[in-house]
């Protein structure tokens, strides 16, 4: 109803790669985290980075999830593929 032009996501495991998990401490509250660095992953994938203000990216949270599944997704059809040659 909201939505047109839905298309399938294609494999993105240079998005997966490209992907630096890391610990890290807030400045502010020097609550310890975990997660990545918007610069890092602007230079990989632009669209799961939204620039709230001059020199302050801010990671699209959600938007990785669909970027996750379809990447798992691909990851079950290869094991799949591999166990079916096994047997």
Request: a positive charge; proline letters at 7%.
């Amino acid at each position: 109803k909201y939505k047109k032009h839905i298309q399938d996501l294609p494999p993105m495991p240079k998005v997966i790669d490209g992907l630096r998990p890391v610990s890290f401490t807030w400045k502010d509250s020097q609550a310890a985290a975990w997660g990545f660095v918007a610069q890092e992953v602007h230079q990989v994938a632009p669209q799961l980075v939204e620039d709230k203000c001059k020199d302050h990216l801010q990671l699209r949270v959600l938007e990785f999830l669909p970027v996750m599944v379809r990447e798992l997704q691909d990851l079950r059809r290869r094991c799949r593929n591999l166990e079916k040659r096994l047997v």
